[in-house]
């Protein structure tokens, strides 16, 4: 069963515009969640991270917006570049317990 | 300087054969974790270790055992290995009270 859902396996956008990752969750009782970023060949890396007591943290071009009502999370990039094509996982836990969703590709196209 | 080192990339080997899967990291972290990634590409928590206690997913069968020999390794030890157990294998690590997971690179083992 699928805690963490990432329904868009790939993604394609033009450099400079938006980029918008989505996230779904079944359990409320996640309390901190995560995105990573992950290139061919190599491990995941930590790219940002919100915690439920806010809907809104943003580092640079990176903003993740969260909605608990409706147990969703999105990853924003603006402007997207090249570099940014990859994998992006979703993260949420309870705890120490991190379940990851299945990653989406992002394909930044010049 | 790699944070979290996994050895070897690539593992190819034998149904029946006992294999392990070496990891280590230089953060300090004191929290060590083995992640399995399936064929649909999920990132499944084998196992976590600290110092003070391991956690076994259940669901993990008991083939695999993590061996610690100190605080910056984790070791994946796998027995009578079998064809479902072909998978990549991801060590990581984490320091209580941070944010975030350092990945290794991932152990691609094939079973044959």
């Known amino acids: 069963d699928q805690q963490v859902k990432q329904n868009s396996p790939s993604l394609s956008v033009q450099e400079g515009r938006i980029s918008i990752l989505n996230c779904d969750y079944t359990?409320?009782?996640?309390?901190?969640f995560l995105w990573y970023k992950k290139y061919p060949a190599e491990g995941p890396t930590f790219l940002i991270s919100i915690s439920s007591i806010k809907d809104k943290n943003e580092d640079g071009r990176f903003t993740v917006f969260l909605n608990k009502s409706a147990k969703h999370l999105s990853l924003h990039i603006v402007p997207s570049q090249p570099g940014d094509s990859a994998v992006y996982f979703c993260?949420?836990?309870?705890?120490?317990?991190?379940?990851f969703g299945p990653g989406t590709r992002l394909s930044v196209l010049p | 300087d790699t944070a979290v080192s996994q050895t070897p990339k690539y593992l190819v080997t034998q149904m029946g054969n006992d294999k392990s899967i070496k990891c280590e990291q230089n953060?300090?972290?004191?929290?060590m974790y083995w992640y399995k990634q399936d064929s649909k590409k999920f990132l499944k928590i084998m196992f976590s270790?600290?110092?003070?206690?391991?956690?076994i997913n259940e669901t993990v069968p008991n083939r695999f055992s993590p061996k610690s020999p100190d605080k910056a390794h984790l070791n994946l030890h796998i027995n009578s290995l079998e064809l479902g157990d072909s998978a990549v294998y991801f060590c990581?690590?984490?320091?209580?009270?941070?944010?975030?997971?350092?990945f290794g690179s991932g152990t691609r083992l094939t079973v044959v």
């Open positions: 953060l300090g972290h004191d929290t």
């Open positions: 990581a690590s984490s320091q209580t009270g941070y944010n975030g997971y350092t």
């Open positions: 359990n409320s009782m996640f309390d901190y």
């Open positions: 270790y600290n110092n003070k206690e391991l956690i």
């Open positions: 993260a949420a836990s309870e705890g120490q317990n991190f379940v």
